[in-house]
């Protein structure tokens, strides 16, 4: 298995990695009529969101999606045509959308990855990084923003081993854990 790639955030000039969702609302190219494939192991999905903040309110900024092939007319996205890139399989790049979203829910981004805690098997922990942040999104609108770097510190002390695999009869649940994005850090 390989890491996957992850979706992103821009928020005030940065760029961070999407480690934790919970919460609806977030557009997806099957909103679109369109069916990602993968295009390898590090993403199964077969697409990558980037998002971005703006005047406090969550917008779609790319979404690159890979599909086997195209049935019909590409859908133009809040007026975006996409970029179209032909290889084994298609790659579609809508830039610059500009898509408000309606998401409410919360959102762990996170930067400055811990290059030791690496682990080569679905999304990387929010433990592994030294900047997380928690969004709070209320139909696409930023509610609050917590700073839980400390939190994740605190945590990495008393268990460094979150993302590695434990040799146990619960391997499997491991393994989902790793792929979903859902996270329950208490306060």
């Known amino acids: 298995m390989t890491g996957q790639v992850p979706d992103k955030l821009i928020c005030k000039k ?35 969101m980037t998002y971005i903040v703006v005047e406090k309110h969550l ?10 092939n195209i049935k019909g007319n590409l859908p133009i ?16 790049t809508y830039s610059s959308l500009k898509l408000k979203t309606q998401f409410t ?18 999304f990387q922990s929010p433990l592994s990084f030294e900047t997380v942040i928690e969004l709070e999104f209320g139909g696409g ?9 400390e939190k994740m510190r605190d945590y990495r002390k008393r268990d460094i081993s979150d993302g590695k695999i434990r040799r146990t009869r619960d391997h499997l649940s491991w393994i989902a854990r790793t792929f979903s994005l859902d996270y329950d850090f208490r306060y």
């Not at 975006?80 to 790659?91: A, D, M, Q």
């Not at 609108?141 to 770097?149: C, E, F, T």
């Open 141 to 149: 609108n930023l509610l609050s923003v917590r700073d839980l770097s």
């Open 14 to 48: 940065s760029l961070y990695s999407i480690v934790g969702l919970k919460g609806e609302g977030l557009p997806s190219p099957f909103d679109f009529g369109l069916e990602p494939v993968s295009p390898n192991t590090a993403n199964w999905r077969g697409f990558i």
């Open 59 to 68: 917008n779609v900024h790319e979404m690159k999606v890979t599909v086997k």
């Open 105 to 122: 829910g919360r959102m762990l981004i996170a930067k400055d990855f811990i290059d030791s805690m690496y682990v080569h098997m679905g």
């Open 77 to 92: 996205i809040n007026e975006v045509k996409p970029k179209l890139e032909k290889e084994r399989l298609i790659r579609l």
